[in-house]
């Protein structure tokens, strides 16, 4: 093997797969980059839709009202 051609003697594609590795590898950091951007931009969304979702007619408030039940206890 010699130093400066970072080819084997035995084989020629080992600069191929290794460009194709580096290759692989920058896709892949781009990927999981974009993705974290996209999370991240999604939260902030759902958090400005919960602040300003009100002002524009969506209640995020529970439905209330009133049950009245009655109990019967046995007494001894």
Do not use: H
């Not at 931009?41 to 979702?53: D, E, H, Q, R």
């Amino acid at each position: 093997m010699t130093l400066n051609s970072g080819l084997c003697r035995t084989c020629r594609n080992c600069y191929t797969v290794k460009k194709n590795a580096d290759i692989l590898g920058r896709v892949m950091g781009r990927l999981i980059k974009y993705l974290f951007y996209l999370f991240i931009l999604g939260i902030v969304a759902l958090i400005g839709f919960a602040y300003i979702g009100p002002f524009f007619g969506v209640d995020f408030g529970p439905i209330t009202e009133t049950v009245t039940q009655s109990v019967t206890l046995n007494e001894q």
